[in-house]
């Protein structure tokens, strides 16, 4: 299983990106392997519009089956939902903690967007 994670920065010490759409760097967890990518977001960063959608659709590409995040505005959650990825919000902290947080089965998959359309 593939988990994109919202990062500040690229490695697993760097903490979970509040903004999902607008996230400097998404790390790509393989949980099978214990590898992991980091791809930067930085075309989303400063987008007028369409940040998480495109955020969505490029997560979606590199594989990914979930995703953890702090928060996920409407737009891109449908982009996920559509794409069959799962959606884990509400998380803080560093990216590594996020990992083992999921393994012990700390986080609940979301059914709904937690924030409105442009949240910064």
């Known amino acids: 299983m593939k988990i994109a ?3 500040q920065q690229d490695d697993l010490q760097a903490l979970i990106d509040p903004r999902f759409g607008r996230a400097q760097f998404f790390i790509l967890y393989d949980t ?3 590898g992991f990518t980091a791809h930067s ?4 960063l400063n987008a007028v519009q369409g940040a998480g959608i495109q955020a969505a659709q490029n997560v979606a590409r590199l594989g990914a089956d979930a995703v953890i995040t702090g928060h996920v505005g409407p737009k891109a959650f449908n982009t996920l939902q559509a794409a069959g990825i799962k ?5 803080a902290g560093d990216v590594q903690t996020a ?3 999921y393994r012990a089965g700390k986080f609940r998959e979301v059914n709904q967007p937690d924030v409105a359309g442009h949240w910064m």
């Open 5 to 7: 994670l919202s990062a």
């Open 32 to 34: 099978e392997t214990g």
């Open 41 to 44: 977001n930085d075309q989303n």
């Open 87 to 91: 959606v884990y919000v509400g998380v």
């Open 99 to 101: 990992l083992e947080d």
